[in-house]
């Protein structure tokens, strides 16, 4: 017998979705839509020396024009509130909504799909993220290590198709490579064992001296003991236009593929025969006949827990807050050309993570106070603006940005990039957003057990980018009930987290 899905009322989900609903546009133009990032103004804390005394301006990153017009469009035409019925619904227009969508919609050219969020696309960890879509970081070997590195394979494949909307330049593709950074002769030995480790997997990683980092990036400062492991092959996308991207690659499906923006999910239902498939939003009520997917990043947790009754989604993903910032960089500092990250990063992907239990929370070598880690990361954008982190810290939904955290921020870089000291605290544009944290430490891509018609994509905290197209192909593999091209070992690592069935669960 299938679990019980309790229907709720939405006053009773305060945390399903979104906490704050996105302003309603007067109109359909990208001035007046929300934005796909929301910052909050500092709280006020103490600042330290390395910024002059002003306040970070607060930037609104919206989707491109035709996205928004396209997103207000969707959202227009179905104002009429009718039910709908298609084949697949997906909670959540993050990156792994959208690419599911897109990826649903290519295989097979009968499928409809909807795709629901309470906000806009990019409203959540996508928005806020650096875009890096790199291997020189995670545990090698690891399943999720595999998992990325075909994932990364499959950005290739998805972009290939000669279409207006989904292009390299359309997401800002870098191939500008990445660099490991290492202070002391103990991280240094570890990215040579690491490079050694990289290079047996086929990758062209190289082991550089402190001297010759330096002589590939002037503006950066390494002791004479570090070191730097250099990758060519990690590259990066803009993470806000990516998700632009793949929201016009679905609209191109007309007829076939339906956005409903700033509509949330209040409950879910079952029909006669038990199974899962229908979602009731504000608005109607969406019958999905093949499966309903919940990608909705920080709130899956909150969600689930909600509507199965089950205590363990609630702490199976939790919301972590990441800062990023946003900045040009000071006159005469050399440009960054490489997306530059130091090594203790590394331990937010360690293979104790990867293997399930309790994930990583292991702190830089920056500042780290009342939970937070702070490890210092750096690359130029597209646009040539600098991209500067980051933070994380478990503080529930809150979109904030504590002026002592930026300053930490920008304390750790400034060991790194001695350049940014001169950057003034109003030339500082925040990012902030809840990246969703996934306890058994990696994500989630099954079928919810014992609830039939119900299948779940979350857990991939900052990884959404790099882990989205396969991630999406195994959800796809899953609902077409074909083969998947991820290795069984993967699959299996992707499974519910939980022992137990919800059924043996809800009995004990």
Not at 28 to 50: K, Q, W
Not at 248 to 259: L, Q, V
């Amino acid at each position: 017998m299938a679990a019980t899905v309790h229907v709720c009322s939405q006053s009773q989900l305060p945390q399903c979705t979104p906490a704050v609903r996105a302003a309603q546009p007067a109109a359909a133009t990208s001035s007046t839509l929300p934005s796909c990032t929301v910052t909050a103004r500092p709280s006020g804390l103490h600042r330290r020396s390395v910024l002059a005394p002003a306040q970070p301006r607060r930037r609104a990153a919206s989707l491109t024009a035709p996205v928004v017009a396209a997103a207000a469009a969707s959202s227009a035409g179905a104002s009429s509130a009718a039910d709908l019925e298609v084949d697949v619904c997906i909670l959540g227009a993050g990156i792994i909504g959208l690419c599911t969508a897109l990826t649903l919609l290519r295989a097979d050219p009968g499928l409809r799909v909807a795709l629901l969020d309470r906000q806009v696309p990019c409203s959540g960890a996508t928005g806020a993220g650096q875009g890096y879509l790199w291997l020189a970081h995670r545990d090698v070997g690891s399943p999720l290590f595999q998992l990325a590195a075909e994932s990364r394979a499959m950005w290739r494949e998805l972009l290939a198709p000669a279409v207006p909307e989904l292009t390299t330049a359309a997401v800002e593709w870098q191939e500008v490579g990445s660099m490991l950074l290492s202070s002391t002769a103990d991280e240094a030995a570890g990215l040579a064992a690491r490079c050694q480790a990289l290079a047996a997997e086929g990758l062209a990683a190289q082991l550089l001296t402190a001297a010759e980092a330096r002589r590939r990036e002037p503006a950066l400062q390494l002791p004479a003991q570090g070191a730097a492991l250099l990758l060519p092959s990690d590259l990066q996308v803009n993470g806000r236009a990516t998700a632009a991207a793949l929201l016009r690659a679905c609209e191109a499906h007309s007829g076939r593929f339906t956005a409903l923006f700033e509509e949330g999910a209040l409950r879910l239902a079952a029909g006669e025969s038990g199974r899962v498939d229908q979602v009731q939003t504000q608005a109607r009520r969406v019958r999905a006949r093949r499966s309903i997917v919940v990608a909705l990043g920080a709130w899956s947790g909150a969600f689930l827990a909600d509507q199965l009754a089950d205590v363990r989604w609630a702490g199976a993903f939790r919301p972590r807050r990441g800062l990023l910032l946003e900045m040009t960089a000071p006159a005469g500092m050399p440009a960054v050309s490489h997306g530059l990250m130091e090594v203790s990063y590394t331990s937010h992907y360690s293979r104790q993570a990867i293997a399930g239990g309790k994930g990583a929370q292991g702190k830089g070598d920056g500042d780290s106070e009342e939970g937070i880690d702070i490890t210092f990361t750096a690359t130029t954008s597209a646009s040539g603006s600098l991209l500067v982190g980051s933070s994380r810290e478990f503080a529930g939904y809150s979109r904030d940005a504590p002026e002592h955290i930026v300053s930490a921020i920008m304390q750790r870089a400034a060991h790194f990039l001695p350049a940014l000291a001169a950057v003034r605290w109003q030339d500082i544009s925040v990012r902030a957003g809840p990246r969703p944290f996934a306890t058994a430490g990696g994500p989630t891509v099954s079928p919810v057990p014992g609830v039939e018609g119900l299948l779940v994509a979350a857990g991939h905290e900052g990884s959404g980018l790099t882990m989205a197209p396969a991630t999406a192909e195994l959800v796809a593999a899953y609902l077409l009930d074909q083969p998947s091209r991820l290795d069984e070992r993967v699959v299996e690592a992707l499974r519910c987290p939980f022992g137990l069935s919800i059924e043996d669960y809800l009995s004990m």
